[in-house]
């Protein structure tokens, strides 16, 4: 298991399947935002309101879900394996409660997805 490492949900865990995923590290995951954030801080960018993530390769969900918990309105998540969906989809619904999330089944080569997406301020590959 993983953990959430910032916001809302902080400290929440996250299942993580067992085959052929490697889920991003909790100090990768805090570089990343650390990064960002401070990015959009100096630049004052709101990076969260009404703002939406792309985690593609989703696996567990950790970054989309990461994004959640730190006030991102919306994740859409691209994941083509089936049994890993499983999993991502108990993440999603242990998480996003009130938040609006999109799982697409799809393999990611086939660009723009079959479902209509609003823009995204983050995209994670």
Request: net charge positive.
């Amino acid at each position: 298991m993983i953990k959430i490492i910032g916001g809302k949900y902080k400290r929440s865990n996250l299942v993580v399947p067992t085959n052929n995923v490697r889920p991003t590290s909790a100090i990768k995951r805090e570089a990343v935002f650390s990064i960002i954030e401070s990015y959009a801080y100096k630049n004052s960018i709101d990076l969260y309101q009404n703002k939406a993530i792309l985690d593609i390769f989703a696996g567990s969900g950790s970054i989309g879900l990461e994004a959640i918990s730190r006030g991102i309105k919306e994740a859409y998540f691209y994941e083509n394996n089936p049994e890993v969906v499983k999993i991502l989809k108990q993440n999603c619904f242990k998480i996003c409660k009130n938040n609006k999330y999109v799982i697409i089944e799809d393999d990611v080569m086939i660009f723009p997805p079959k479902k209509s997406l609003l823009p995204v301020s983050l995209i994670y590959i």
